[in-house]
């Protein structure tokens, strides 16, 4: 007598529930692997987009960076601030902010900077405890590197090989997370008299554009960009590395949940060999079981997707506790059926070798094995 459809479906429930152990595993695994994707991605949204708000802080209209620079990154070869007093000549230039950026570890960077024209730039750090620079081991930073690093006014901060004095803690969101004189910082890195970046203000920020198509002309091979164009430009399809990492990490969750798919449902197939004859016997056609083994691969597959979905909050709670100011993660909703769709369809291709081991199994093999 065939089988029902919901006999079927209690079939594929019951197998779920009778083996916890490989069921949680499973899951597990898929679960990790959609974690995998979305903190990736997350944290690449949230560092653009926490970058984009830091340059956006700064108050300019313009950005021009060392030739050879990515987005991103910066050229190793900086720029003469010299350019300076050139730049502050040019039409519709009312200001020229400097900065120096050197690199500390992991993603934190130290930043060189003029806080008068930073201050006119942009109307100035809004402190949090303390205030600006007093001498040249003064050093600023922001809530969330002081959070992070337990810091407060008046502690002795060891960095680049050099003693500071923290002078200012302020609110996040202009130009860096750590702040320096710049000629201290020139000076301390072998580089006095450079630049890694400027930033102009123009008299009319609708003119923007125009200014800096005169600049090009002035100053041929170097990047040079609208804040707007700037900012806009701070996404992983116009980041090729980023993209490219996130490609590879995409594929190797895809590859684990794969693996770990294939072995949990090869598994369920040989201990579940005398079942399969003894649904074959009773009627059930080869496309039957087959619907039954995709039943519970979907489920938990889909499953998975869930607890890895939940299981971000988890690491985005974690990033923003511990590492605030190294990595910001962010919810990208957008990514949620597209990681769904990479686990969903990984553990299908998984499950296809067992799944056709099952549908192919004789009936008489099967009833007999142990």
């Known amino acids: 007598m065939p089988l029902r459809l ?33 903190t990736l991605v997350g944290v690449s949204y949230g560092t653009l987009d926490a970058t984009a ?19 991103i990154g910066l050229s190793t070869a900086p720029m003469s601030d010299r350019l300076i007093p050139v730049l502050q000549q040019q039409p519709h230039v009312v200001l020229a902010l400097g900065t120096g950026v050197q690199p500390l570890e992991g ?23 303390g205030g600006p620079f007093h001498s040249d081991d003064d050093i600023l930073v922001d809530e969330y590197y002081a959070r992070e690093k337990h810091l407060h006014v008046g502690d ?9 004095h923290l002078a200012g803690i302020f609110e996040s969101g202009k130009l860096t997370r750590i702040a320096v004189k710049l000629s201290v ?9 450079r630049l890694s970046q400027i930033y102009l203000k123009v008299d009319n920020p609708d003119q923007a554009s125009q200014v800096v198509q005169q600049l090009k002309k002035l100053m041929p091979g170097y990047p040079i960009y609208t804040m ?15 993209r490219n990492f996130i490609a590879v990490v995409i594929g190797v969750a895809v590859i684990v949940g794969f693996i770990v798919v294939y ?17 074959k016997a009773m009627g059930a056609s080869s496309g039957l079981i087959l619907s039954l083994l995709l039943k519970e691969i979907l489920a938990l597959a889909c499953s998975g997707v869930v607890a890895g979905i939940l299981l971000t909050y988890g690491t985005q709670w974690t990033m923003k506790h511990l590492v605030p100011s190294s990595l910001n993660q962010e919810t990208v909703y957008v990514w949620w059926p597209i990681a769904a769709l990479i686990a969903i369809t990984g553990a299908m291709l998984g499950a296809i070798v067992p799944v056709l081991k099952a549908v192919r199994q004789d009936v008489t093999e099967a009833l007999s094995y142990e």
């Open 107 to 129: 993603f934190d960077t130290i930043t060189g900077l003029d806080l008068d024209i930073f201050t006119k730039m942009s109307g100035g750090f809004h402190y949090l405890a």
């Open 156 to 164: 002795a901060i060891h960095l680049i090989n050099h003693d500071w």
């Open 6 to 38: 919901n006999s079927l479906n209690i079939f594929v429930l019951a197998n779920v529930v009778h083996r916890p152990v490989r069921t949680i595993l499973s899951i597990l695994a898929i679960a990790v692997e959609v974690t995998m994707i979305l």
């Open 263 to 279: 072995m949990a449902m090869y598994t369920a197939v040989l201990e579940r060999t005398r079942e399969i004859g003894i649904l």
């Open 53 to 71: 708000r830091r340059a956006r802080g700064v108050g300019a209209d313009i950005m021009i960076r060392p030739p050879g620079s990515s987005i």
């Open 228 to 242: 707007e164009e700037f900012t806009s430009l701070l996404t992983i399809n116009s980041v090729g590395l980023l």
């Open 185 to 193: 910082l020139q000076s301390l890195t072998g580089n006095p008299g």
